[in-house]
């Protein structure tokens, strides 16, 4: 964040003629690169704006406000004062108790689920569900009952769901959970997470790994530590431990991979490798354990993965970096935040990671195809072959303050969006209930993406036009059900349609 100083008070900010304008109590001036030059035009009004030409207001109208509310804490001043705000590129200027500050924009993220620890993410072509400390949530617009919150990862087997959260229940979406009451008893301690590997089942909890038995009968397979990840490969079963143990269990003995001198809070398999995430940072280590090597020197990691470029994503609890062939360090993306274990997800191209304050979302393909070459161009670092083909560098630090969200904040003169025609027009419901049936939405963040925004500012936008939407999602697509149901279309093929299971969509048409 930069202060911006004037002989006199600032009164309000504005773009004009492709460039930044800040009106003061004496003069107004003109952006030039750094520099601020003096307009040589008399006001006789407080405030300055610009339609066609300069106009002097005594008021500033609610078309020009900055709602400053969602960011106070990023302001550096006491109480809420009016705001104004503009942008050039990538510098945001926002004029609020008579001063000036700039901030340099990030977008190439987006963060929704504010505030929430976000404990780990599941999508699939018809279920996305966030799972946090806070709750869980389905499909953006349904918050289960039971569990209250999760402490571990929501994991597929055939086709039943289970949510490892202390507990182990089994969850029936897109709203109906059922405690497996067996799941844990006292030598197992708090369950962590639950994988198939060969046609049996497994689970680490804090004080055991086990294999799950008909029934739910639960069978040791290795005490006496901590363990905090597990991982089935094809040369045997991989754990980790708080004390530092990568272990391997081949149903018929038990190999000890690796011990590092901090806890190993993850495994990420590659072929006949694993990277496993720890204090120290990213180490690779071969199947056998014969070769052992640091790949990454990032302290506190909790996580990787690799994305469909072969760029690596490395979550630490003090931010996000990335591993480009082009660079031999890691460096940083998204700084100052803490990312949690089991939160890092790529699907499709999206990559998404969970924050003690939300979750992140980034786009691979676009930070492939534009904004890593746009960083990495004009830095002149000597080419380091790495050990492994399929490793990475990275590249240069993003810096600024952290408001990359306000990219899509314009509470300007007519107060308009981006239509659905590519034209300046204001949304309409039917026009976006149009759009959700033509390309078949299924969830929020889809209807933000197909609408070129971000959740935040769609909640921002449904909020003017009276509802959420998660609510008019799940309306749409309860008409839509019903219309098929009209028809006489099987109910299974109904629920592949509209993203809900059948028993939801008998509910909600019965209510």
């Not at 919150?149 to 087997?157: A, C, M, V």
């Not at 182990?168 to 962590?192: C, L, M, Q, W, Y």
């Amino acid at each position: 964040m930069n202060k911006h100083h004037f002989a006199s008070p600032v009164q309000n900010v504005f773009e004009a003629q492709e460039t930044i304008f800040v009106k003061t109590t004496l003069t107004l001036y003109q952006l030039d690169g750094d520099k601020w030059n003096p307009i040589e035009k008399s006001f006789s009004k407080p405030y300055v704006f610009f339609k066609d030409n300069f106009y002097e207001s005594d008021f500033i109208p609610n078309s020009e406000l900055f709602n400053l509310g969602p960011i106070k804490e990023l302001v550096p001043q006491r109480g809420e004062f009016i705001a104004t705000a503009a942008r050039a590129g990538s510098r945001f200027f926002i004029a609020s108790g008579s001063e000036l500050f700039e901030y340099e924009i990030r977008d190439h993220y987006t963060r929704s689920y504010h505030n929430m620890s976000i404990r780990d993410i599941y999508i699939e072509d018809s279920l996305k569900v966030i799972l946090t400390y806070s709750g869980i949530f389905v499909n953006d617009s349904i918050k289960l009952k039971s569990p209250i919150y999760s402490n571990g990862p929501l994991t597929k087997i055939d086709s039943t769901y289970y949510i490892a959260w202390d507990e182990i229940s089994e969850f029936f979406p897109p709203d109906s959970t059922h405690v497996i009451s067996d799941a844990t008893n006292k030598f197992t301690g708090k369950a962590r997470k639950l994988i198939s590997w060969k046609g049996d089942n497994y689970a680490i909890y804090t004080n055991s790994l086990v294999k799950i038995l008909p029934g739910f009968e639960l069978e040791p397979i290795h005490q006496g530590m901590e363990y905090l990840d597990l991982e089935g490969t094809e040369t045997g079963l991989v754990f980790s431990t708080y004390e530092g143990y990568c272990l391997k269990w081949t149903a018929e003995k038990l190999d000890t991979l690796a011990r590092l001198s901090t806890k190993i809070k993850d495994i990420y398999p590659i072929g006949n490798r694993y990277l496993l995430s720890s204090d120290e940072g990213v180490f690779e280590i071969n199947s056998d354990g014969t070769d052992f090597h640091k790949l990454a020197n990032t302290p506190n990691t909790v996580m990787t993965t690799l994305d469909d470029f072969n760029n690596l994503w490395i979550a630490t609890e003090s931010g996000l970096y990335v591993l480009i062939s082009e660079f031999p360090e890691p460096i940083l993306i998204i700084k100052d935040v803490e990312f949690n274990r089991e939160a890092l997800l790529l699907y499709k191209e999206m990559l998404y990671v969970g924050g003690v304050n939300g979750l992140y979302t980034l786009n691979t393909y676009e930070m492939e195809k534009s904004f890593i070459p746009n960083l990495i161009n004009p830095i002149k670092v000597p080419f380091s072959e790495r050990p492994s083909f399929w490793i990475i560098g990275s590249f240069l630090t993003v810096l600024g303050f952290v408001i990359g969200w306000l990219l899509f904040r314009r509470n300007r003169k007519d107060d308009l969006l981006k239509g659905l025609d590519g034209k300046q027009s204001k949304w309409s419901l039917e026009a976006i209930k149009i759009k959700i049936l033509e390309e078949k939405i299924l969830t929020v963040e889809s209807l933000a993406s197909s609408l070129d925004t971000n959740t935040v500012q769609l909640n921002r936008n449904f909020k003017k036009l009276g509802t959420t939407p998660g609510k008019f999602l799940k309306k749409i697509k309860m008409e839509q059900a019903k219309e098929l149901i009209k028809k006489g279309e099987d109910l299974e093929e109904i629920s592949k349609v509209v993203g809900y299971s059948t028993s939801f969509i008998k509910k909600e048409l019965n209510d």
